[in-house]
């Protein structure tokens, strides 16, 4: 048996990388498209690392996207995307990354699927998993997307050009609507203890706890919420519990490891970056350590900062509370483990309920490698 070759290009959107495919170039059956996933990642490893493929040993460094031609009228590409998990043999398809959603574009034109004149081109995005549209924008010249210029990302080195992301009406992704419950605070018990909660879905699900409720004080570095074995127990007994609440599993051991996500949120407070730098509490308005596939992440996860930023909007959420911003700020700056990303939302109230019609942030990207990529024989095929 010999391994196979997929054509493939290997990106940085954000604070996340991922191998980007041709859905022309990807297997039909939805099986055997997961197992070469898995092979190109280098899951399952055991070990945490992914030595035998491209992942990084962390879910923000084991992704992947793959970019067809449209399906929605009123986009210029589908992009789906698939997190594959480290250490089991899953690829969950129940959420999108919305660092990686920041290289759809520049792959789009750079690849030919959308011609773009010199100046800032707009490529409107299908995002397959959510149903949802993204508009991106971002500097061309000589028909590519430019990847230098003086833009930053907490957590990300060096500078690159500046692409706006806007969600589009990103409420209710894989839920019933932006507050899955109907209410702005959702109160779950864990072992009689019980736990106020603001379950939102905004660009992707997420559950929100306050950081002191769960024997946290919100400035932790992820080693060390990691490192608790009780803490992280917990924490997954309240996303699985806030998932049944969301409707995304009939009961806790049916819920998957990518939706919802959970976030510890806190009030502002002087912390240390993981690079060292210390961030005072009045350069940000609200703290979050976020969690998924059972991992604390090194950096917000885009579409959770996004949510974060809807939910402190939302008045009598359990961000809301904690916010230290003031409604009609432009964009809520949020402080995470790197640093700080800021995100805008326009949300206001619609009879009785809550609406959010849009969503702005900003990343860089950069293509890192193109060619291909090596898939291994999968057990019992032929020689090739």
Not at 106 to 122: K, M, R
Not at 192 to 214: E, I, T, W, Y
Not at 328 to 357: C, K, L, Y
Not at 373 to 383: L, Q, R, T
Request: net charge negative; charged share 20%.
């Amino acid at each position: 048996m010999t391994q196979t070759f997929i054509p493939a290009v290997f990106y940085r959107g954000g604070s996340s990388k991922g191998l980007f495919f041709h859905a022309r170039h990807c297997p039909p059956d939805h099986a055997v498209l997961e197992r070469m996933l898995l092979s190109a990642l280098g899951s399952p490893d055991p070990n945490g690392r992914q030595l035998d493929g491209m992942g990084g040993g962390t879910s923000s460094l084991s992704k992947a996207v793959i970019i067809g031609p449209p399906t929605h009228p009123d986009a210029d590409v589908d992009y789906t995307f698939a997190q594959v998990a480290v250490d089991r043999p899953v690829v969950d398809w129940g959420a999108n990354c919305g660092n990686l959603s920041s290289a759809v574009g520049p792959f789009a034109v750079d690849e030919g699927l959308v011609c773009a004149a010199d100046g800032e081109a707009l490529v409107r995005i299908h995002q397959v998993n959510t149903k949802k549209i993204i508009h991106a924008r971002f500097p061309v010249r000589n028909g590519k997307a430019v990847t230098t210029g003086n833009a930053t990302v907490d957590g990300v080195a060096g500078t690159g050009a500046p692409i706006a992301l806007d969600f589009l009406d990103p409420g209710g992704t894989v839920t019933s609507g932006l507050l899955p419950t109907g209410q702005v605070i959702e109160t779950i018990e864990i072992d009689g203890r019980a736990f106020d909660m603001s379950l939102v879905d905004a660009s992707n699900p997420v559950a929100f706890v306050a950081a002191n409720d769960v024997g946290l004080a919100g400035s932790e570095h992820p080693d060390t919420i990691e490192a608790d074995r009780a803490v992280m127990a917990l924490l997954d007994r309240l996303r699985r519990a806030a998932a049944v609440r969301m409707g995304l599993g009939q009961t806790p051991d049916s819920v998957g490891l990518a939706n919802p996500k959970i976030a510890v949120v806190s009030a502002p407070a002087t912390f240390v970056t993981l690079d060292g730098r210390t961030v005072e509490g009045a350069a940000q308005d609200i703290a979050i350590r976020m969690l998924s596939m059972e991992r604390a992440h090194r950096a917000v996860t885009l579409t959770g900062a996004m949510c974060l930023a809807v939910a402190c909007r939302i008045e009598g959420s359990l961000p809301h509370r904690l916010c230290s911003g003031h409604a009609d700020m432009q964009a809520i700056r949020v402080a995470h483990p790197s640093g700080i990303v800021e995100a805008g939302a326009t949300v206001f109230q619609r009879g009785n309920g809550w609406h959010v019609e849009s969503g702005r942030v900003y990343r860089t990207a950069r293509r890192l490698m193109q060619g291909e990529v090596a898939i291994a024989p999968f057990e019992g095929e032929g020689d090739r």
